[in-house]
């Protein structure tokens, strides 16, 4: 083919090129939808015991309708668009949110605590306490963002149902902020990411939260 002489017949045709490309645009503005996604994703790991992401997933979105929590995917990528929505979100809930260093004596006692909520009491609403960032710092606005996302769950329990137990609460909390439909499309491994780091976490959170309640 490449030693054909360059005939105006050989010349490949601009369709030819123009096709693919629009066919790879269509794909890149219409992603499949999650549940497609998610339905792949079981067919090619099957489990043996535990739930399928299917059923994971379908947790996770009754948690943040039960809440009526805003989704918390795309701030990775636009952690101040995020921000935004969760602090008009929280202040209609009457959820406070404070900065973290209002409250070093806390932080210094528990240095592993990155954010934390507390109930409300005589002198004050539930309150959500976060780090704070500059906008033009985005991993400190990713951070506060992540708090935000984990925090809110915890404020909305504490307003609805505060005797949750703690094992509840956290995972109700770590599977709205981190099973995210961004996480689910982008991980090679969505399974191995939920027991190694989403059902870690929630064990980490539940011993803090318990040392903290003896102390009390
Ligand atoms: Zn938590």
Redesign the pocket.
């Known amino acids: 083919m490449n030693n054909l002489p360059k005939t105006p017949d050989t010349q490949p045709d601009i369709m030819d090129i123009a096709a693919p490309l629009a066919a790879q645009l269509v794909n890149e503005s219409l992603p499949k939808h999650i549940d497609e996604v998610i339905a792949e994703i079981d067919e090619k790991f099957p489990q043996e015991e535990g739930p399928s992401l299917a059923q994971l997933w379908k947790y996770r979105e009754e948690v943040r309708a039960k809440y009526g929590l805003p989704e918390c995917g795309g701030r990775w990528r636009d952690p101040q668009a995020y921000i935004n929505t969760m602090e008009d979100f929280l202040g209609r809930e009457h959820i406070d949110i404070r900065a973290k260093y209002e409250f070093e004596p806390f932080f210094n006692e528990y240095p592993t605590a990155g954010a934390v909520?507390f109930e409300s009491s005589a002198f004050r609403d539930v309150t959500i306490v976060a780090s704070v960032s500059s906008s033009n710092n985005f991993y400190g606005l990713r951070k506060r963002a992540n708090y935000l996302a984990?925090?809110a769950?915890?404020g909305m329990q504490q307003k609805r149902s505060p005797r949750m137990p703690n094992e509840i609460?956290?995972r109700e909390?770590?599977y709205y902020q981190m099973l995210t439909p961004q996480r689910i499309r982008e991980t090679d491994d969505i399974f191995t990411f939920i027991a190694t780091v989403i059902e870690p976490y929630i064990v980490g959170?539940v011993e803090l939260?318990e040392r903290m309640n003896e102390k009390r």
């Open positions: 909520t984990h925090e769950v915890h609460g956290e909390a770590y959170s939260n």
